[in-house]
């Protein structure tokens, strides 16, 4: 299915330069009027289609998210802007060259010069459309405010975590049970909570395409700060190409797989107070049982012992069984419950 874009808008190429021989007029119109029909088929294909995640669907479904994108990382498309400008300016130096040697008697010269300036005018196009898209942040980052992207499910780093590109972004305003956290059903039976985070959010956000960017009025906010240097992100996803932008950090919450972030001194920093409640009234995900909260797991010893000796043995039907009761003895030897 991504072939056939570029197949066609190849084709649409070649009879582009194929319009511009020397031939006669009707020929040269139906060579024009082919190609623009197939790149138009191509725009509109691409942009209907809910399996494609590229600029054009996007901006299609969400015009809005171009304007905040480009609002939102101004700076690093002013940064961009010059070396467009120089990259412009040498080639419209070449293209007058061309221009001035197609001046030149005979149409042989004509024939030879025509398609390169053709080329030469794509090149300007082109260049400039690449550096100002990867600028306002379809594809690469690079020290963004904002990030567009279609993610596949292997950049799911963990239940709070996406990579982009070579950027670790950190869902802001929840905390997904660590990657060696265990939890607990309601028979005490332990399972691997960081696992099913994981899953939650590649249901709740991927491929998307994913729309993340700092939340609002937080940048002065030390206790906002990650200390791994991933920047803190607010995300939506359209992953099911309906229009539909939920917040992701929201879903996980409401669904009882993340929990809201807390600061040191145990004072939540998130706007998801209500979904937790909701959650726990509810029992949803990982409330439905022992669920200790990630701060605690990492910081309270005491605490995540005590999950451990409540823990039963580990289900026979639990999946990767062998490797949660590995863990599970590693953890029973950290706390001392091995006799």
Known sequence: MTVLP??????????LLFSTRQMHLLWRLAALTASAALIIF??????????????????????????????GNWPTIEQFAAPALDLLVIFAVLLLIGCALALSPGEAMERIIRPINIGLIGAIIGGVAVLLVSAIGFGAVSKRQVFIASVPAEDA?????IRIGEVSLRLWGVDAPEDDQICLRADRSPFDCGALAKDALIKFALPGPIFCRAPAGTAADIRLQES????????????????QLPDIA??????????????????????????????????????NGVFLKPTQW???PHARCHVVSMAQDVAENEPDRDRLEARLKRLREACGLVD
Not at 6 to 15: G, I, K, W
Not at 157 to 161: L, S
């Open 6 to 15: 570029f197949v066609m808008l190849a084709c649409a190429f070649a009879m």
């Open 42 to 71: 191509v725009a509109m294909w691409n942009g209907s289609s809910t399996e494609s995640m590229g600029l054009i669907s996007t901006v299609t479904r969400h015009p809005d998210l171009l304007a905040a994108a480009i609002h």
């Open 157 to 161: 780093i963990d239940g709070d975590t």
């Open 228 to 243: 791994f240097g991933r920047p803190l992100v607010s995300c939506s996803s359209d992953q099911q190409g309906y229009g």
């Open 250 to 287: 929201r879903e996980l919450v409401a669904e009882g797989y993340a929990y809201p972030y807390e600061a040191r001194d145990g004072e939540i920093v998130s706007a998801y107070v209500e979904e937790l409640n909701s959650a726990i009234q509810q029992n949803a995900g990982f409330h």
């Open 298 to 300: 990492r910081n309270d």
